[in-house]
């Protein structure tokens, strides 16, 4: 094999695939990156079994081949190469050779053959979407995800495609986000599928604002070509919770507040959180919010914002987190909060989307 590429087209290509690597796995070949020409260019590819990703780059190929490279030693060498321009050539002991004009390095890979093959997807229904789009429902639902490992079914988002369209859904059991998204197409039959918290932070990193990509779901793994980026998983096996049985009927007791004011406010009162004090109070009153934190031997703040809100008056605690989540990935400039009981969780609906977080109790 030999190309020459722009070293800023390999380092882009090199990082794109390389974050799902694991440096220290017990099988040395998932430390390296496989590098193969294609008609059209150069594909790289990392694994770590549970997720795989390609990318194609556009290189100058002047002879075919493959083989791996260790991720790490490659990426920094690359990285640290004097010039523009780089020569990369193997040999028959998968030796390779990378030259600049007034540099060079050999490095020894290892044989394509032992890198494992990524699954292949035949004769599966494929559905298109906006890539923004997607893009838009990972970050509304993502932060509410499960990072406790032995309620593993909750370490990810369960992703329902029907004939309405596209259903994200995402708890930790505090909170619950759940994203509906219309499609232009309808499916053969409806498909409910649980996609790892890893392979959404991947999505999230090479998903663009333009563009569509396409979504292969398998019965046990799932495939998303992004045109140029292609990211396979596997997916979680298990049934994931009945939601809808968590969202409340809509109440009248709507609290309407501009988002900003209120993301900023409740940023402020957060400063003085601590672990065994994390609440952060929420006085309503008729048109005017009080936002407010108290922390024994740290000290206390206290904010008031204008809103519209002609409900009964109500005292309420929440973890400050679960609503900066929510509160900084929206779009709108103002947002209606559905608050019934101190004790009942504060709902936040927003066309095609629902946020629901349960209450702290306060002090």
Do not use: W
Not at 65 to 90: H, M, N, Q, W
Not at 258 to 270: F, G, N, P, Q, S
Not at 274 to 284: C, F, N, S
């Amino acid at each position: 094999m030999k190309f020459k590429v722009e070293k800023n087209i390999l380092i882009s290509g090199i990082q794109t695939v390389q974050n799902v690597i694991i440096t220290k796995s017990s099988l040395p070949i998932l430390s390296n990156i496989l590098i193969e020409t294609q008609e059209d260019g150069l594909r790289l590819t990392a694994t770590d079994l549970d997720i795989g990703i390609t990318c194609l780059i556009p290189v100058n190929i002047q002879e075919a081949g493959a083989v791996t490279v260790p991720a790490k030693r490659f990426s920094d060498i690359i990285k640290e190469l004097p010039g523009s321009s780089i020569s990369v050539t193997t040999k028959k002991n998968n030796q390779v050779n990378i030259e600049t004009d007034l540099c060079q390095f050999k490095i020894m890979g290892l044989a394509r053959e032992e890198f494992p093959k990524l699954p292949e997807f035949k004769d599966k229904e494929v559905f298109k979407l906006e890539q923004s789009v997607l893009k838009e429902m990972l970050n509304l639902t993502s932060f509410s995800v499960s990072i406790d490992e032995t309620r593993y079914i909750l370490n990810g988002i369960l992703f329902k495609v029907n004939k309405n369209g596209l259903i994200l859904v995402a708890t930790d059991g505090k909170r619950l986000a759940v994203v509906e998204k219309k499609l232009n197409y309808s499916v053969s039959q409806e498909i409910s599928i649980i996609i790892p918290i890893k392979t959404i932070h991947e999505l999230n990193r090479n998903l663009k604002e333009e563009g569509e990509l396409s979504i292969v779901l398998g019965s046990n793994q799932a495939l998303f070509d992004l045109g140029g980026v292609v990211i396979i998983s596997r997916l979680i096996e298990g049934e994931f919770p009945d939601y809808k049985q968590v969202i409340p009927p809509t109440t009248e007791n709507k609290l309407r507040v501009r988002r900003e004011d209120l993301l900023l406010a409740v940023k402020r009162a957060a400063l003085l959180s601590t672990p065994d004090y994390q609440a952060v109070k929420l006085e309503i009153f008729k048109n005017k919010l009080v936002v407010s934190k108290s922390t024994p031997d740290v000290g206390e703040s206290r904010e008031e914002l204008v809103v519209a809100y002609q409900g009964k008056e109500l005292a309420i605690g929440f973890n400050p987190n679960y609503l900066i989540d929510v509160l900084k990935n929206l779009g709108e400039e103002s947002i209606d909060i559905e608050l019934s009981d101190s004790e009942k969780p504060g709902v936040i609906r927003i066309d095609g989307y629902t946020y629901i977080v349960l209450p702290m109790r306060i002090g």
